[in-house]
Every structure is written in C-alpha cells, then in structure tokens.
C-alpha cells in the first residue's frame, strides 16, 4: 500500500515539474494587435469612439443593401478606410450632409419641437437599396427597354429576392396603377401582362380585374371586358363603376 501511495506521490511530482518546465519555454503570447487610428474623418468627430463609429458605418450598409467595397478602397480585413478614391464615398458624405439640412428644417416646417421631428435617415429613402428607385419606376425602365415579358421575370426575380422587407411595394394595389398608365399611352398588351401577373398573386383582387376590363376595350374585344367587369362585380358587388361599363357593355350587343 506504502508503494501504491509513494507511486501517485512521485507521477504527480512528475507532472507538476513538466508543467513548469512547459510554463519556462513556452513563449507568451503577444499582446493583441491595436487596431490604426481613424483618420479622415470629415463628418464625424475626431474622438469618435471607434465602436460607435463602426455602429453608424453598418446602419449605412443596412440602409442601402451594400457592403463596404461600396464605398471604402480594398477588402475585408485590408480596407483602405482613409482613402477617398472611390467616388461613392464623396457621394455618400453630400448625402449625410442633405440630410442633415433636411432634418435641420423639419421644425420650422411642420411647426414641430426639434425632439418631435422625424429625422431624415438613410433609411427613410433607400430602404435597403443602393438606388432607391419604386417598383412601378423599375417595371416602367424594363418595359420601355426590354418588354413585358422582361417586366414580368424581373418582378418575379425582385418579389423572390425583396418580398416581406421594406425595399418594394409588393402589396395588391402596385402594379394597376403601371397597368392604368400603359392601357392609357395605348399599350393594353403591356398592361395585360402586369395585370394578369397581379391576378397570379392576388387572384381576389378586384382593382385588377377592372384594369384587365379598360385594357380589353382598349384593345376592343368586348367579350373580354364583360367577363373581367363580371368578376369585378362577383368581388366587389357594390362597385357602381363597373356596373355601369357593364350594362352600357352588354345594351351595345
């Protein structure tokens, strides 16, 4: 037993002179790398604390969709912060300034305290996107350019990429105004296609059953038109529009 204790005695002194010898040759680690110190700054105080300022950079990334190759010189971990190489980052500082001019206004305008006013932020225009264009605005770009058919595909690449965030409006009202527009300036096919695509969506909707009836008169097939003023009244039974197209429709028969 005496033997048993002296072995546990002597492996334990072992190991605490191993660990020592390993505490004597290990090199220490060296102290963490200290981050350079922000220059060029032009809009933001010199002593900015360096989190807060990394804080507003990503609510600028957030609001407009990007990253910060964006505006900044370089890539991730060697960015180029100082460097005003990049013609976004001088457009981004003109940007920062409007809207602190707005924001500065906004009292006087609304008759508002300055702490009731709603500040102007990235946000409040870009909603996500580097070019805050509206959806009609990027439908009416891709018909003018590519046709309906492109028109069509790209709502449905924007819908699948964007939907259920503050980027687009993607509610049921959207696209029939684009639709009203284009049967007016005597495009009823374009309209059609927008319109029918709305119905994929929002098959219950009754605005755009009426928009597929003006785009069929326009095109003069009337049979059309009184089926789709039809289901406008099958949906909305008191829409006193429709119900007189469609007698005035069906008396011409």
Known sequence: MR????????????????????????????????????????????????????????????????????????????????????????????????????????????????????????????????????????????LNKSGAAAAVQQYRDLRKQYYGGQSYDFSENALVPVALQLTNANKPDDALALLQLNAEYYPNHAPTYGGMAQAYLKKDDKENAVRNFEKVLQLDPNNQQAKRQLEQLKSSK
């Open 3 to 142: 033997r048993l204790a002296f072995g546990f005695v002597a492996f334990g002194t072992a190991l605490l002179m191993a660990a020592a010898v390993r505490a004597q040759t290990t090199p220490a680690p060296a102290p963490p790398t200290q981050p350079p110190p922000l220059t060029n700054l032009q809009l933001y105080p010199k002593d900015i604390p360096r989190p807060e300022l990394i804080a507003t950079m990503q609510g600028f990334t957030q609001a407009l969709g990007v990253q910060c190759t964006y505006c900044h010189v370089g890539q991730a971990p060697q960015f180029d912060f100082a460097s005003d190489a990049k013609p976004q980052k001088t457009v981004a500082r003109k940007m920062i300034l409007m809207s602190r001019e707005v924001t500065a206004k906004l009292p006087e305008i609304t008759g508002k305290p300055a702490a009731e006013v709603t500040r102007l932020r990235c946000a409040t225009c870009h909603r996500g996107l580097a070019v805050p264009k509206l959806l009609p605005d990027v439908l009416t770009d891709t």
